[in-house]
Nanobody, 117 residues
Framework: QIRLVETGGALVQAGGSLTLSCTAS???????????MAWYREAPGKQRVLVASLNRDGIPDYLESVKGRFTLSRDKNTLKLQMNNLKPEDTARYCCTALVPWEAPYWGQGTHVTVSS
């Protein structure tokens, strides 16, 4: 079992920056079995979309609209999303997920980001 806890969401003005963190906890064996981690976001009335993902080799991938503004990194059991030049359309609940082979995806509860214009 893996537990994911997201932090860092806040109200920020357009053009501002935030860093979201997702910390995974569980047995050492379960943490090391994570094959990839990612951030999704869900805006009110819209479908959840993949914002950024990091595979086991540490290679990131980004939603087109956040490229150049968001940076994903992982330090041991913490996945961080550095978000710069935030825009009102980035407003959403951001959720972290972790994938383990042969298991259902693990999800955190999410953290809210609100960008005011």
């Amino acid at each position: 079992q893996i537990r994911l806890v997201e932090t860092g969401g806040a109200l920020v003005q357009a053009g501002g920056s935030l860093t979201l963190s997702c910390t995974a906890s569980g047995s050492p064996g379960s943490i090391s079995s994570i094959s990839s981690m990612a951030w999704y976001r869900e805006a009110p009335g819209k479908q959840r979309v993949l914002v950024a993902s990091l595979n086991r080799d540490g290679i990131p991938d980004y939603l087109e609209s956040v490229k150049g503004r968001f940076t994903l990194s992982r330090d041991k059991n913490t996945l961080k999303l550095q978000m710069n030049n935030l825009k009102p359309e980035d407003t959403a609940r951001y959720c972290c997920t972790a994938l383990v082979p042969w298991e259902a995806p693990y999800w955190g509860q999410g953290t809210h980001v609100t960008v005011s214009s």
